[in-house]
């Protein structure tokens, strides 16, 4: 696996890009990451989910907390 300051980085980019993506603040980003599992599934993942677009990965992300935010 790959160093943690690595995937650090790599969940930061994906929280800044998910926020922007939804136009949500930081907060309620950083909420659904928590209640849904995303920095789990982002950490498990990232040895093929870093070599993935800025675009794939925030819709992967978005299509996870809606599978996800119900439970």
Do not use: P
Request: some cysteine; charged content about 30%.
């Amino acid at each position: 696996m790959e160093s943690d300051s690595k995937v650090y980085k790599f969940i930061i980019f994906c929280l800044e890009h998910y926020r922007n993506f939804r136009d949500i603040t930081a907060m309620d980003a950083l909420s659904k990451f928590r209640k849904t599992g995303v920095f789990q599934y982002l950490t498990d993942g990232y040895d093929v989910l870093h070599t993935q677009s800025r675009d794939y990965l925030v819709r992967d992300i978005d299509e996870f907390i809606l599978n996800h935010s119900s439970r």
